[in-house]
């Protein structure tokens, strides 16, 4: 057996790794696999036997982190890196540069993380993309809102939706280019399109799409500001599906995805033009993964551990429910009192449920769309049902907050 040695850099935990038969993968029986992790997750990974497990700050301190790579590199020469949090994808490419190792490499990360360049390769492949420029061309962005009226300003290289907001007037994007300073060099400025938003999960081997499903996004994506809930559909409109993953295949082939797991996010305007808008070389977040899993008996982050270091992967979609959809519920700031009991949600067309706060416990208002409270994923015969048995979902979880000026208040997910 080719004992494979494997650096993991961990931002989400044990449960990322394990596939539907409950298998930790890279399999540490079959390969020396080396895990730095958050203390958060320490816990978690010390109950898979054979791991290598190390603990750093992996969500901020980046420099800190790669210097443990490093370091344990050094003592063991690893062969393979796995980097499924899109805060690690440009640092384990450059890792994988500078000691020879396969993989992706950083020409290939940089447009899975720079949207300007992302948007620049999709579209030289003819995939219509809204407009959009870099924020420090302060005339240019002026020119981009006086075209469309409305525009979306966001990092270039952000993630669930953090930071991003929606401008409509000239005063205020000059608010914002004041605010942004020297920073604009890192944001975008693009074209605001009244559209339906939609997701692609895929995995791909050998630069071919082998598995792919799509949902719609329900609701508008900064709904989790407001104390709302975010939720997706697996699209059934066989025309529109087509289109979607039509999209999604062209896509990966522009960006020269070869071997790997995606989600993409792509717009459907009321005059039925497809436009393509980002995508990210992970799992989907918020639950869509663990609702992928429940649906297909695929897990992503799975196949994508095993991809990253080229690992075979053994794909064998057999579909539980005709449709299904996730959701994610979000918190008010204060002190929770009282949260709904997993108890509550034991339906058998609930295919995956977690509550992630306790009783005791400080919630700040979230300021992306993966900082959710609790995650839920349902099946059913049709989108329509599916929609039904999300609103359920979120008309039973009910959290009490605690608040200093107005006492304790009872929220409930919709």
Not at 230 to 258: H, K, S
Not at 356 to 383: E, H, K, N, W, Y
Request: proline fraction near 5%; charge should be negative.
């Amino acid at each position: 057996m080719n004992r494979r040695r494997i650096l993991i850099l961990d931002r989400d935990g044990a449960p990322r790794y394990t596939d539907t038969d409950g298998t930790f993968q890279p399999s540490p029986q079959r390969h020396h696999v080396s895990i730095i992790t958050k203390q958060a997750h320490e816990a978690g990974f010390s109950t898979v036997s054979g791991l290598d497990l190390h603990v750093a700050d992996t969500d901020h301190d980046l420099d800190a982190l790669m210097a443990i790579a490093e370091d344990l590199h050094h003592r063991q020469s690893f062969d393979g890196i796995v980097a499924l949090s899109e805060r690690h994808i440009l640092p384990a490419a450059a890792f994988r540069a500078r000691h020879g190792i396969s993989g992706r490499q950083p020409d290939d990360a940089l447009a899975l993380r720079d949207k300007l360049t992302m948007a620049q390769r999709v579209r030289s492949a003819g995939i219509p993309v809204p407009e959009q420029i870099c924020l420090a061309d302060t005339t240019g962005v002026r020119a981009l809102l006086a075209r469309h009226g409305r525009i979306v300003v966001k990092p270039r290289d952000g993630m669930g939706s953090a930071g991003v907001r929606v401008v409509d007037s000239r005063s205020g994007l000059d608010v914002l280019l004041d605010l942004a300073g020297s920073d604009a060099q890192d944001q975008l400025a693009a074209q605001y399109l009244e559209n339906r938003e939609f997701h692609v999960e895929a995995v791909t081997i050998g630069g071919r799409v082998a598995f792919s499903e799509c949902f719609e996004y329900i609701g508008h994506p900064l709904r989790f500001r407001d104390l709302a809930t975010r939720r997706g559909v697996t699209v059934r409109d066989a025309p529109l599906q087509t289109r979607i993953l039509d999209l999604n295949a062209a896509a990966l082939g522009a960006l020269g995805f070869q071997n790997g797991v995606s989600h993409l996010e792509c717009f459907l305007t009321p005059g039925g033009e497809l436009y393509f808008g980002e995508v990210a070389g992970r799992p989907g977040g918020s639950g869509i993964s663990d609702c992928v899993a429940g649906l297909w008996g695929v897990d992503t982050g799975a196949c994508g551990a095993l991809l990253e270091v080229g690992l075979p992967v053994d794909l064998q979609p057999v579909a539980r429910f005709p449709a299904g959809g996730w959701i994610a519920i979000y918190p008010r700031a204060g002190t929770l009192q009282t949260v709904s009991s997993l108890a509550a949600f034991r339906n058998d067309w609930i295919t995956y449920a977690e509550i992630l706060c306790r009783p005791g416990q400080t919630l700040i208002a979230p300021i992306m769309s993966g900082a959710s409270i609790a995650r839920f994923s349902v099946g059913g015969d049709t989108p329509t049902q599916v929609r039904d048995r999300l609103e359920e979902v979120s008309r039973r979880f009910t959290f009490h907050v605690g608040e200093a000026a107005d006492g304790v208040r009872e929220a409930r997910a919709s």
